[in-house]
């Protein structure tokens, strides 16, 4: 393991197989990473790295294709969470100009949904979406294992987040960050922002350039190793937990001058729950030294608020 670090590292097998105590070590260290700074690298997850990297090919593959071959992609209506979404429609909340990306978004699929309400499908690159159904499942069981410790942490029942997660609306998004042609107006490739959801679970990208801001307000790098997961703490738990929980700020920079020439790929994971899931404080959250931040809410309601701030959602 590197020796500068910037994000505590833990293994989920220890969570998902070890003994008792192996089990309440692993909670606990999850638990003061993300109270301390909202992010963690996880190795032990199982996922194939073959199927990752058979993902991201596929995923360049459709980004080479034609504009008006990826729009044919877009779906309308759906507010950027299923589809294709071209380059400039994403902004963070607070930020005027969009982030410097197009993406693709693969969503929910269950049986009882109609061909409409599924993710479009690729004739270009029919492996596209087959793949990203495959990792969709893969992040989504990884990411309850996670939900479970996290809950365990905070004093609830193991299954608390399960009962709201299972058949939720999560996201894979495969974000393509094309070469820069000139100079930026102001954009970078992903302003400072937080993510939405409970939790993102991230692979490794095709480049540099992601960074944190730590308590201090300086921005550390985040560099994954070998086959380690980037997880982070969202708004929704940030929410959930009063704060205890951090979702903390990050962003993409641009690469070097010498660097523009070269296209950056990265696939997040947004765990979300289901949209009637309140996310009224916990009790247990909440104390003479740490009150009710938040007022309540849903999670349907906050992301139907938060995709209008970010410009997917008019």
């Not at 996880?42 to 504009?67: C, M, N, R, W, Y």
């Not at 400039?88 to 409409?116: C, R």
């Not at 991230?202 to 560099?223: D, F, I, K, P, R």
């Not at 380690?228 to 703490?233: D, F, H």
């Amino acid at each position: 393991m590197s020796a500068n670090r910037t994000i505590p590292l833990v293994n989920l097998s220890d969570f998902e197989t070890g003994d008792e105590a192996t089990r309440q070590a692993f909670i606990k260290q999850l638990g003061s990473a993300f109270q301390d700074i909202g992010f963690v690298g996880v190795t032990g997850h199982g996922i194939p790295k073959s199927l990752i990297d058979d993902f991201f090919v596929a995923a360049k593959k459709f980004f080479a294709l034609p504009e008006d071959v990826k729009r044919q992609q877009e779906v309308p209506g759906a507010a950027g969470q299923r589809g294709y979404t071209a380059f400039g429609k994403e902004k963070a909340k607070q930020s005027k100009v969009a982030d410097l990306k197009e993406f693709f978004q693969v969503g929910q699929e269950t049986v009882d949904m109609s061909d409409d309400e599924r993710n479009p499908r690729v004739a270009e690159v029919p492996e596209f979406m087959e793949l990203g159904m495959e990792l969709y499942r893969q992040f989504e069981q990884k990411g309850s294992s996670l939900l479970r410790a996290i809950a365990l942490g905070l004093g609830l029942p193991e299954s608390y987040f399960g009962g709201f997660t299972k058949d939720g609306i999560s996201i894979l998004r495969a974000i393509h960050y094309p070469p820069i042609s000139n100079e930026p107006a102001s954009a970078i490739r992903a302003e400072q922002h937080e993510d939405i959801n409970l939790i993102t679970l991230l692979v490794g990208a095709s480049a540099g350039g992601l960074q944190l801001q730590n308590a201090a307000g300086e921005w550390q790098e985040v560099v994954p190793e070998n086959d380690e997961i980037v997880i982070n703490v969202g708004d929704m738990l940030q929410r959930l937990t009063n704060n205890h929980l951090k979702s903390t700020t990050h962003r993409v920079v641009n690469p070097p001058r010498s660097e523009w020439h070269k296209p950056r790929l990265s696939i997040p994971f947004f765990l979300h729950p289901r949209p009637e899931m309140s996310l009224n404080v916990l009790d247990s959250c909440v104390s003479e030294t740490n009150p009710q931040h938040y007022p309540p809410t849903t999670a349907g309601e906050y992301l139907d608020e938060r995709l209008r701030q970010i410009g997917l959602k008019k």
